[in-house]
């Protein structure tokens, strides 16, 4: 397994397929493993490269961590991959990652895709303060609440068997108390604003169920309004977790873009 040193953290990350290089970036808490939806799809026609970000999985918890910091791990994964530039993928949490990797280094981005996130401006809310205190209830109850407790988001259309699946999947999946609470800080204290996006010039697809509770589809919508070379895609019956609900439907639309942005690469090479 490949793992990375970047000053104290050490990040997991692992690689399939050949093609043109696409990076994901997974949201709060999860690790890369729940891209399962996504990577034997992906990597059918392109070099699939994915990663814990630290607090999750197999990464290590660090200290002091933001948005940035995040964004600078998915760099040094693509540094160690030997990739210069890539399609950036990320949803929820990856999602705003990914937004904040272009608007620092857009020379390393062929395209973005943001699936249920968008645009983290002074404006969002963000997690409220009684909610920290709940990360330093004992370990099996968070986990309890946290996987099973609340409402997923799958989506009406989201059937029962891959619902269930999906549960059990993040049900083992590791994480450290501190790395949630420390990815939660990291996204209180970032903020993007609507005008530095609006001039991002790289192709850009947008993912987003309506039925997400998590993230509203009007983030989505708002994102790709503000992208100047965007394509939105509306999930229907498709919660926060968009992969359950429709899952073929997202990487089908994934793929074609993906094909559209090399195709037009290559003839302008």
């Known amino acids: 397994m490949p793992f990375l040193q970047r000053g104290d953290a050490r990040i997991y990350w692992d690689q399939k397929g050949s093609g043109t290089p696409i990076l994901l970036v997974m949201g ?71 937004i904040d990797m272009a608007l620092r280094k857009p020379e390393r981005v062929r395209s973005l895709i943001v699936g249920c996130s968008g645009i983290l401006d002074a404006n969002k809310p963000r997690t409220p303060n009684w909610i920290l205190p709940l990360y330093f209830l004992p370990l099996s109850v968070l986990k309890l609440i946290l996987v099973r407790g609340g409402d997923h988001g799958y989506g009406s259309a989201a059937p029962a068997d891959l619902v269930a699946k999906d549960q059990a999947m993040a049900a083992d999946d590791p994480f450290t108390r501190w790395g949630v609470v420390r990815q939660s800080l990291a996204l209180s204290n970032y903020t993007a604003s609507k005008e530095a996006v609006a001039k991002l010039t790289m192709p850009s697809l947008v993912l987003h169920g309506d039925e997400d509770k998590l993230v509203p589809l009007s983030y989505g919508e708002e994102l790709a309004s503000v992208l100047p070379h965007s394509t939105f895609v509306r999930l229907q019956g498709a919660g926060h977790n968009y992969f359950m609900a429709r899952g073929k439907e997202a990487n089908d639309a994934t793929v074609a873009f993906l094909d559209k942005v090399d195709a037009a690469a290559t003839v302008a090479a």
């Open 28 to 98: 709060h808490k999860l690790s890369s493993r729940l891209w399962y939806p996504a990577i034997d799809v992906l990597a059918a026609t392109r070099r699939v490269i994915w990663f814990d970000n630290r607090g999750a999985g197999q990464s290590s918890t660090t200290r002091d961590v933001t948005v940035a910091t995040m964004g600078d791990d998915a760099f040094a994964v693509m540094d160690a991959a030997g990739v210069d530039k890539a399609h950036i993928y990320g949803v929820s949490m990856g999602g705003v990652i990914v």
